[in-house]
Structure formats: structure tokens, C-alpha cells
């Protein structure tokens, strides 16, 4: 089956534009996850959806940031008034189990790069 | 707040060699381990996930090893070839849901 998609796989933005990025997880996964993947920085949580409850937001790193998860199921993760510091390739993964107990299921990544 | 550390940081071996990645995380309270591999430019791809009550999963070469009271993590690759020249990421997850990922380990298989 088809596995967790992201769309667009490059995106180049210059500063102070607003982008939107999109995840389509695997079909029936109630869990979705958006990292962020920094140089230098390793892999960061941001933001966690599981099934109709509201979300963990806690990874965000400042209110310029912005998710959303419509109908359970196709995400899109916000950037408004873009800095260079949010360059970076942004991973949404999937899982048929929350809380953390399955496996993670990541897409390919969108690579921002904001000039 | 966990902390996850990966050694060594880059690794070069010849084909055929059987070699060990090392993972150690601060915060023994974890929920489950995972590894990761990743292709230059591409995601992630899961490699084995262990759960806390577990000591070690394996799936074809690979091997994971957890000892939780430690906080350490290994992951053996027998018998190297050039296709698993990539960089292994190893991460857990505490009693949240987020993982938390080392900086990850790159390794070069030469023929």
C-alpha cells in the first residue's frame, strides 16, 4: 500500500511569506506526527495528532507555527511570516497506534528554504 | 528532558564487516526504541522497533539490542555491504508519544 506522502518535496520562499506544507499519512493511521530535521540540530518533535482529540502542540516553536488535521486523516503544517532560521526539511510520520506504541511511519520530507 | 547520544558519529568499514552502532539515552523511563535509517535526501525508513519489556529484536542482518536499566542501545549489522552505507538514527520514545532522536550515526561500507 502507499505509504505516508508529502507535498511539495522543495518549497523556496523568501522571508515574511506564509507556507503551507502537506501530509497524507497511510490510510486508517489515527496517529500523525510533523518533525522538524534542522542542520546541526538532529530531528525535533513539533506537533502530534491522534485520532479526534485535540492536539499536542508542545513542539512548536513559536506562534508563527500552525498545524491542522482535517477529518482525521490529510495534515498541514503552517509556517506564517517565514524566517531563515526555519529552513530546514520538515518530516510528517504515521501510526496505527498512539501514545507512541507503533512504529513511526515517516514520508520523504519537505525541504524550506527561505531566503 | 531526554537526551539521546550516538557513537560513533561517523563510521568507515569494509564490505563484509559485521560492526555495531551504539546508542545511550539520559532518561531510562522510555516507552519503546527505535531504529531509523536514512537515505541522503529522503525520509526515514523504520528499521526495528523495540518495545521496554524487550532485550533485542532482529530482522534479516540487523540486530537491536536494549538494555534499558543502562540506557543503551545497539545496533549490529552483520555482514556489511555498500547498499547500507546511510545514517542510522536511533530515538525513543518516554511516556509521551514524541520520539526523541540522536544526531545519528553515518556509515560508509566500501566495497
Keep these: 500500500g502507499a505509504g505516508v506522502s508529502q507535498s511539495p518535496s522543495n518549497k523556496v520562499t523568501e522571508k515574511g511569506k506564509d507556507v503551507e506544507l502537506r501530509c497524507d ?4 493511521h489515527t496517529a500523525l506526527y510533523w518533525y522538524r530535521q534542522s542542520l546541526g540540530q538532529g530531528l525535533e518533535f513539533l506537533i502530534y495528532f491522534q485520532g479526534n482529540s485535540a492536539p499536542d502542540k508542545s513542539g512548536l516553536p513559536s506562534d508563527r507555527f500552525s498545524a491542522e488535521r482535517t477529518g482525521g486523516s490529510v495534515s498541514t503544517l503552517t509556517i506564517q511570516r517565514t524566517q531563515q ?12 497506534r498512539g501514545g507512541g506504541a507503533g512504529t513511526q511511519y515517516f514520508g520523504p520530507g519537505t525541504r524550506l528554504l527561505v531566503l | 528532558k531526554q537526551e539521546v ?21 539520559t532518561d531510562s ?20 522497533l523495540i ?19 543502562s540506557g543503551r542501545s545497539t545496533l549490529y549489522i552483520a ?15 518516554n511516556s509521551g508519544y514524541a520520539l526523541n532522536f540522536g544526531k545519528g550515526t553515518s556509515l560508509l561500507v566500501t566495497p
Design chain 1, 25 to 28: 499519512p497511510i490510510s486508517g
Design chain 1, 85 to 96: 532560521e526555519d529552513s530546514a526539511v520538515y518530516l510528517c510520520a504515521s501510526s496505527s
Design chain 2, 5 to 25: 547520544t550516538q557513537i560513533p558519529a561517523a563510521l568507515s568499514v569494509p564490505e563484509g564487516e559485521n560492526l555495531v552502532l551504539n546508542c545511550s539515552f
Design chain 2, 29 to 48: 523511563a522510555i516507552y519503546n526504541l527505535q531504529w531509523f535509517r536514512q537515505d541522503p535526501g529522503k525520509g526515514l525508513t523504520s528499521l526495528l
Design chain 2, 51 to 69: 518495545q521496554s519489556s524487550q532485550r533485542e529484536q532482529t530482522s534479516g542482518r540487523l540486530n537491536a539490542s536494549l538494555d534499558k536499566s
Design chain 2, 79 to 93: 555482514a556489511s555491504q555498500p547498499g547500507d552505507s546511510a545514517t542510522y538514527l536511533c530515538a525513543v520514545t
